[in-house]
């Protein structure tokens, strides 16, 4: 594997994001001195917060899976996850609710998952659903070392026999194919293939290999810091301190200051210069390559995830009524896809998850309220012309609505809309294409295809987060800091994945 040469004693880490936050952590832990600089004043980056008329809002991921990702961090430098950070199991993980008023609870537990599908399409899909499971996890065992937790040199070194075996068990064809292999009721399918937008592909395009991420959340099972999300990277950055991390927050980098090859410094909107032996950059990919004065030579341009709105609400309490995850599916479901992917315009029969944080953690609200996030996946701005300072206030206001109808009749009178967020705010947070979700997962950029973590002709700059290996979301930006810690120093261990035993938890 090619890794820094010369001396990595002082890491500067740009970002204070997840990838960041791990990265700083794996080189803390293998003894080199980190500085983490970042520009806003505190740690998380799109994992955001704010506080807003006595909401915790918390801005960024809502769904947290494989906790177990998160230990190794908090392992790297002797610490303790379970010390920094209470996690409590969501349960259903997500309640599914479909269009001809039916509702399903996706349940982690393999027996009670399988009676909950019996009753709701029968002993076939039950049955279909225990053997997707085994399949699911198989899945995750092949890729979890060799493809996405490796660092790659070239295509050529994804041929090993585990490709043969990931190959012969369906990986490459399909998702939805692959799925409908096991459950034929479309209800049922769509709680398999949905996960295919955190990839930014359409289930029916998306690789079977990315239904690993059903795994992680239908599987391995969904998890709720109490505080909040913001808990996670808050509790990262506790332990990073301790281990001797140097945060700089409130600083943004203007530049990086190179001699020949390396990057010997780094400079900062406060006029402070920063020696380093070393430098993680966990920046979006455009300011990556202008700060490291570099072009990249790719033959064809890259393709952004779709993009999504977001409102945050405070309504009166709804208890169980509605759970802490849901997904409220359009009746439209393929067309949805080519809405937002190909013809760059806002879903018509929207499909729109729900979140209630405050299920888990009540004092995210004030007394006797309940926070709601409510996300549409909508197009970036690269796929749609669509003019968000005029559209995105009633665009949320009806997403709310429509959320309203389908899962809490009556709520949108009492419903007090405390932020939106739409492509546009996710461009002027610095993100390309107004996308907040990278580069899309397409074969193309899966892999040793997508932008790699080394920079050609820059011999001591290593890339990690969303947009190179191995990609979007909290599992895999952890891993991202891993990779790039191992590209300073040299793999230290063989880290393995905890399955989850595919009959129970
Ligand atoms: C709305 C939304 C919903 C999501 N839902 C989920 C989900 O449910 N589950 C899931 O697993 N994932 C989800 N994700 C994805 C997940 O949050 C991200 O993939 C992950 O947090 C990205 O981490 P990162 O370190 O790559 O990037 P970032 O968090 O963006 O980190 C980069 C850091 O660099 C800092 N920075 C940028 N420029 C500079 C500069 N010049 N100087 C100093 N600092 C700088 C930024 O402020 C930031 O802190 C969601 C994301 C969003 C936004």
């Not at 085994?134 to 995750?140: G, R």
């Not at 029916?204 to 999300?229: E, N, S």
């Not at 530049?255 to 966990?282: F, K, Q």
């Amino acid at each position: 594997m090619r890794t820094v040469p010369g001396p990595t004693d002082h890491v500067v880490v740009v970002g204070a994001g997840l990838s960041g936050l791990s990265a700083a952590m794996q080189l803390a832990g293998r003894g080199r001195a980190v500085t983490v600089v970042e520009r806003y004043a505190f740690p998380g980056g799109r994992m955001g917060q704010a506080d807003i008329r006595g909401y915790r809002i918390d801005t960024g991921p809502t769904v947290l899976t494989m906790p177990d990702i998160i230990e190794e961090a908090f392992a790297a430098v002797g610490a303790s996850m379970t010390e920094h950070l209470d996690l409590v199991p969501v349960d259903p993980a997500y309640r599914a609710t479909f269009a001809d008023g039916s509702a399903l609870d996706v349940q982690t537990d393999a027996e009670a998952m399988s009676a909950a599908i019996e009753a709701f399409a029968g002993p076939a899909q039950a049955a279909g659903y225990r053997r997707l499971r085994t399949w699911l996890t198989e899945l995750y065992r092949l890729e979890f070392d060799g493809f996405i937790a490796a660092n790659f040199e070239s295509p050529l070194s994804l041929l090993t026999p585990q490709l043969a075996r990931l190959a012969a068990i369906g990986g490459f064809r399909g998702w939805e194919r692959m799925i409908g292999k096991f459950i034929t009721d479309e209800r049922v399918q769509r709680i398999f293939t949905f996960q295919a937008l955190y990839a930014g592909v359409p289930p029916q395009q998306a690789l079977a290999a990315y239904a690993v991420i059903a795994y992680m959340d239908t599987v391995a099972g969904v998890y709720f810091p109490r505080g909040g999300m913001r808990a996670v990277p808050e509790a990262l950055a506790t332990a990073a301190a301790a281990a001797g991390v140097e945060f700089r927050y409130g600083s943004i980098v203007t530049a990086l200051e190179r001699s020949g090859s390396r990057v010997t410094a780094v400079r900062t909107s406060e006029g402070d210069r920063i020696d380093c032996d070393a430098v993680v950059l966990t920046t979006e990919l455009p300011l990556t390559y202008q700060l490291l004065g570099r072009t990249p030579r790719r033959p064809i341009a890259m393709r952004p995830a779709p993009s999504a709105v977001v409102a945050h609400v405070g309504v009166p309490a709804v208890g169980d009524r509605l759970a802490h995850h849901n997904i409220s599916f359009g009746g439209k479901w393929a067309g949805t896809f080519d809405e937002i992917i190909r013809d760059g315009v806002l879903m018509s029969d929207p499909s729109l998850l729900v979140t209630r944080p405050t299920a888990g953690d009540p004092s995210l609200a004030p007394p006797g309220r309940d926070l709601l996030y409510v996300l549409a996946p909508t197009p970036n701005l690269e796929a749609g012309a669509l003019d968000w300072a005029s559209i995105g206030t009633e665009y949320a206001r009806q997403m709310v609505a429509t959320a309203a109808q389908r899962l809490l009749p009556g709520l949108d009178d009492d419903a007090d809309v405390l932020e939106i967020v739409t492509p546009a705010d996710w461009a002027r947070q610095g993100m390309a294409a107004g996308t907040p979700f990278a580069l899309a997962h397409t074969f193309g950029q899966t892999g040793p295809f997508r932008p790699a973590n080394t920079v050609r002709g820059i011999d001591n700059a290593v890339l990690a987060g969303g947009s190179t290996v191995p990609g979007v979301g909290m599992p895999t930006a952890l891993l991202s800091g891993r990779l790039a810690a191992d590209r300073v120093t040299g793999v230290v261990s063989d880290v393995s994945p905890r399955i989850i035993s595919s009959g129970s938890r």
